[in-house]
């Protein structure tokens, strides 16, 4: 069996992890694609083992290396990365909820596919988790743990900005950080009378405040100034918390999840011939089968057997 992976959109720790599991099991039958979708475009495919797998397996990143690919949806390029794809016996993409839609247009299109949530956004919308989640929410807490003592010493307020795209799920988890005072996940959180009130009070009593912010809501430096306002006798700071959420080490829980995906991937590959989409979903992982446009879960297709068999029985 000929095997092509790929991985696409912004990198996610423990993204390695996968890549050089899947080496360890199909060696030389295991191709990859430089910078995801582009180089499916640009036939730019090698054996894996010329990206060195094994030296990177416990680092962020992806040594595969990543890409955005707006031309994948322009049906002359999709054209051509779809001929690419139609060399190889199955294609494995690791990416976020865009990519899960090219890797939905190969599969439309009669390409064998496997998916698998890899994004720090966690916005994959068939999967509770993806690979990359958890390291992210970590170094956004570190960060606050390492920077608010400052603060304190100061009494200052600091503004962590934290990266997520249109998912507020990022700064939710970081805000459950018991350092934080307050949350802004949405633009219907930016109520700055009610901010203003929780820094004042904290001032009041000798301590700092933290307050946590989604990216893409408006611009750090705007907000602050406005905050700042109303409460002119606390020094305002703001920390954008950036690109440490994707190049952090992986997390150990981070490494124990891309190992069970690497685990589905390698089952499906050797018990059936259908694409698949590996996810974690209500606390358990599963692989949701597609049969042409019909997702058969995995755990939904061992329940009816046992219903079946119960009947029978
Ligand atoms: O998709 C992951 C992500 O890190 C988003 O959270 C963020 O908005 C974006 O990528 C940043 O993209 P770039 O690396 O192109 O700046």
């Known amino acids: ?42 036939n730019d495919i090698l054996p894996i083992s010329e990206f060195k797998p094994q030296k990177y397996a416990r680092c962020a990143g992806s040594c595969i290396k990543c890409s955005r690919c707006p031309e994948f949806k322009e049906e002359k390029w999709f054209k051509i990365a779809l001929e690419n794809a139609k060399k190889f016996d199955v294609v494995i993409v690791m990416g976020g909820n865009g990519s899960y ?14 998916f698998i949530p ?20 970590n170094a956004c807490q570190e ?65 700092s405040s933290c307050i946590v912010m989604k990216e893409k809501l408006m611009k750090q430096s705007t907000f602050i100034s406005s905050l700042q306002k109303l409460v002119p006798e606390v ?23 891309a190992k069970f995906f690497a685990k589905l991937i390698i089952k499906v590959l050797c018990t059936k011939d259908y694409s698949a989409a590996i996810v974690y979903k209500n606390g358990k992982f599963d692989i ?12 939904r297709e061992k329940l009816e057997k046992k219903i079946k068999k119960q009947n029978i029985d």
């Open 1 to 42: 069996m000929k095997l092509l992976v790929l991985t696409s959109g912004g990198d996610a720790p423990g993204m390695n992890m996968v890549l050089y599991l899947l080496y360890k099991e199909f060696g030389k039958n295991l191709y990859a694609c430089r910078a995801g979708f582009k180089g499916l475009i640009n």
């Open 101 to 114: 839609k090219g890797c939905q247009d190969l599969h439309r299109n009669g390409v064998r596919t496997i």
């Open 118 to 137: 890899s994004t720090i956004d966690n916005d994959v919308t068939v999967s509770d988790y993806s690979i990359g989640f958890h390291t992210a929410v």
């Open 143 to 207: 960060m606050i743990e390492n920077i608010m003592p400052t603060m304190e010493a100061f009494d200052r307020c600091c503004v962590f900005e934290t990266m997520g795209r249109n998912s507020e799920k990022i700064a939710k988890c970081t805000a459950t950080s018991q350092l934080c005072d307050y949350l802004i996940a949405s633009k219907d959180d930016i109520d700055y009378p009610k901010i203003a009130e929780i820094v004042k009070n904290n001032h009041q009593l000798g301590h």
């Open 235 to 257: 020094e305002i700071r703001g920390t954008v918390i950036g690109y440490v959420q994707r190049g952090s080490k992986p997390t150990i829980i981070e490494l124990e999840y």
């Open 288 to 299: 949701l089968y597609q049969k042409d446009e019909e997702i058969i879960s995995c755990n």
